[in-house]
């Protein structure tokens, strides 16, 4: 049999960084400040959320 491993050399690299989100209170619903509504409701149960950094890939 022949595996060809050329495909995983050419895979990019994973960035991760530091991003700042908008999590709900209620729910397990968060969102990425670029991308939050103006009101910062929750997009999925439409209830407040709070302000917390996690580590996400980056978008390019």
């Known amino acids: 049999m022949f595996f ?3 495909g995983q ?3 990019p690299e994973v960035v991760m960084l530091d991003t700042e989100v908008y999590s709900c209170n209620s729910c397990n619903g968060w969102m ?3 991308f ?3 009101d910062l409701k929750c997009p999925l149960c439409g209830d407040e959320t709070t302000a917390e950094m996690r580590e996400l890939p980056q978008i390019l």
């Open 9 to 11: 050399d050419d895979k």
């Open 4 to 6: 060809n491993k050329k």
């Open 36 to 38: 939050a509504s103006s």
């Open 32 to 34: 990425r400040k670029d």
